[in-house]
């Protein structure tokens, strides 16, 4: 690599660094207020808050990694314009392939970063995460056992604990059951325990009564117990044995597809497809997006006041490849044989960017009179 590759390379990866930084940050921030919402709201922990949001930094990473190596050649040639340095390197004898090499090395490295991310880190916290969301969603305690206070862990339900001990014990637990229409069951007991179950937890209630109002005629039977189980599965919202996420398959199986795959997530196999080559081509972006902004700018010449008419024309030219993308993967979304749309996103980028690097370097006269 020469000395030229090398110096604008470093360039690049320095305010590559920058913008993922920021980006990242932008996008945990916005992601970090809905888990604090959902995750405090349900009685969790601040370790677990934090758990969980380190476990979606590998997904916020991918995200912007393109949009960040965009950003970044935009920026370093915009300012290498206006020192001069680009054109110096050009009256030369470097030609804008020549210039774009150091380009083409660094959407390389941001796509072996894309790479690794997409298809071992993602997976594996996504894998991690869904994990954990099941552990917590199965912890009663934390969603609806909070003392001191009437909680509806679902509708006709009505749930009050006086007190939860260091040992796990409920004291003086009251239970209104009003789902059913026309009747009314509440449960009193001195203390209470929660056991494990098959299906839910199961509540133990020692010392206490049930009452039961027929709304009907009026009449009002009282039980009293000593001791009491009343299965949780119909009075909370356990959540169903949900399906396997498609996020959390490796690559291999993804593009494998096989029927047992498709039963354990419930998805297709075009969308499993879909998923598994949206993992190979996404990473690709990374070496269009840079080379796209770089060709843009090529086409400018030197001027005190920037290149912001060829840094508008990179902008439309990024959104445009990301439109392709999104079409592409709706298409494949459809069809099983259409995973090859995947892949028309990137390639298109890249050879767009090779025609206006062409473009680039003809002398003005002939451009305008290729034009005319």
């Known amino acids: 690599m020469s000395r030229f590759d090398r110096y604008l390379l470093s360039q690049l990866l320095q305010l590559f660094g920058f913008f993922a930084l920021v980006l990242v940050a932008v996008y945990w921030v916005n992601r970090a207020v809905g888990l ?56 030369t004898g470097f030609s804008a392939f020549r210039l774009a090499r150091p380009v083409l090395y660094f959407g390389l490295c941001v796509m072996a970063m894309q790479l690794v991310l ?35 862990p679902t509708k006709g339900i009505t749930l009050y604990i006086r007190e939860i001990t260091p040992a796990g014990e409920l004291l003086d637990v009251f239970l209104s059951d009003e789902r059913a229409p026309g009747e009314r069951l509440v449960h009193t007991a001195r203390k209470a ?19 039961n109002l027929d709304r ?12 009491f189980t009343l299965d949780l599965a ?30 354990a997530t419930g998805a297709s196999r075009a969308q499993m497809l879909e998923e598994g080559h ?3 081509a996404g990473p690709h972006l990374a ?9 843009a700018l090529m086409l400018g010449g030197f001027s005190r006041f920037g290149l912001w008419r060829q840094m508008a024309v990179a902008v439309g030219l990024i ?40 473009w680039a370097q003809l002398p003005r006269r002939l451009r305008r009179e290729v034009a005319a």
Do not use: C
């Open 36 to 91: 604090f919402d959902q995750l405090i709201g349900d009685g969790q922990s601040a370790l677990v808050f934090l758990e969980f949001s380190l476990l979606t930094l590998p997904n916020a990473v991918r995200l912007v990694l393109p949009v960040a190596a965009f950003a970044a050649t935009v920026y370093v040639v915009n300012r290498l314009m206006q020192e001069s340095e680009l054109v110096v390197m050009q009256a």
């Open 319 to 358: 959104i445009g490849l990301q439109l392709a993308w999104t079409w592409a993967g709706s298409l494949a979304l459809q069809s099983v044989a259409a995973w090859p749309a995947l892949y028309l996103a990137p390639l298109s980028g890249v050879v767009l960017a090779g025609l206006l690097l062409w």
């Open 216 to 227: 009907t005629s009026g009449r009002l039977s009282v039980t009293r117990f000593s001791d």
């Open 193 to 211: 325990f929660l056991v494990r179950g098959d299906v839910a937890p199961k509540l133990v209630m020692v010392e206490g009564s049930t009452q």
């Open 234 to 263: 119909g009075l909370v919202d356990m959540g169903a044995s949900a399906a396997v996420p498609t996020e959390t398959l490796s690559t291999p199986a993804l593009l494998l597809a096989d029927a047992a795959a498709q039963t």
């Open 287 to 295: 070496v269009a997006a840079p080379l796209l902004g770089f060709a």
């Open 118 to 152: 997409t298809n071992v880190l993602v997976p594996a916290s996504q894998r991690t995460l869904t994990a954990r969301s099941a552990e917590i969603s199965q912890n009663v305690t934390a969603r609806f056992l909070n003392a001191g206070q009437f909680m509806h």
């Open 278 to 280: 949206s993992r190979l």
